[in-house]
């Protein structure tokens, strides 16, 4: 990571690694200071390659239930609102025709290990990024997405069909999960788009 001030900051040039470093290996801020987390020497994040922002992230998905071992619940819970919020934007990626449909449709789908994984198995204690995760993914994720309409209707492109099947099938596995009625919770403003 550079030195100087208010830089672009490449995250596609971050090995798996080093991913996972730069968003969870830091101290836990209050949320006045966690601005400055991050951005002390960058301006803004860039993928160069956005296919290898989501393979991380798909990797990150997959083994978040280990790495509950390696990183606090607030570490997570904090380098997950940056990862899908205020970072990097992933669900933008999620919708760029540029990324192969297949990983993109893999992507979505490995969201569905982290509330297997980390959210059934909690005691009614998950963090706040669980909360908004797929607020962000579908509707913020969606929202870029051009529209073409038939009939006074929105239809969709074929990949772009595509994702919102797997966004469905993903969410239709978590609600399939334990814990019914807080899993309704973590995903209620998705289902009433």
């Not at 966690?34 to 992230?57: C, K, M, R, W």
């Not at 959210?119 to 529209?147: C, E, F, Q, T």
Request: aromatic share 14%; glycine share 6%; hydrophobic share 40%.
């Amino acid at each position: 990571m550079s030195t100087v001030p208010w830089e672009e900051f490449d995250l596609s040039s971050l090995s798996y690694q080093q991913f996972l470093a730069f968003f969870f290996d830091r101290p836990v801020v209050g949320d006045e200071d966690e601005y400055g987390l991050f951005h002390s020497t960058i301006d803004s994040f860039v993928a160069l390659n956005p296919a290898i922002v989501l393979e991380q992230v798909r990797a990150v998905c997959r083994s978040l239930g280990e790495l509950t071992t390696v990183y606090s619940p607030e570490q997570l819970d904090q380098g997950l609102w940056w990862i899908f919020g205020s970072g990097i934007d992933c669900q933008q990626h999620l919708s760029d025709p540029t990324v192969d449909i297949k990983l993109r449709i893999d992507c979505v789908e490995s969201m569905y290990f982290p509330f297997r994984d980390v959210v059934a198995r909690s005691n009614g204690g998950v963090r706040s990024s669980y909360y908004m995760w797929w607020h962000k993914v579908v509707i913020h994720g969606l929202d870029p997405m051009p529209r073409r309409y038939k009939y006074d209707h929105v239809t969709f492109e074929s990949d772009q069909q595509q994702m919102v099947e797997a966004m469905f099938r993903t969410l239709s596995r978590i609600l399939a999960l334990d814990h019914r009625g807080e899993f309704a919770l973590l995903i209620w403003p998705t289902l009433i788009v």
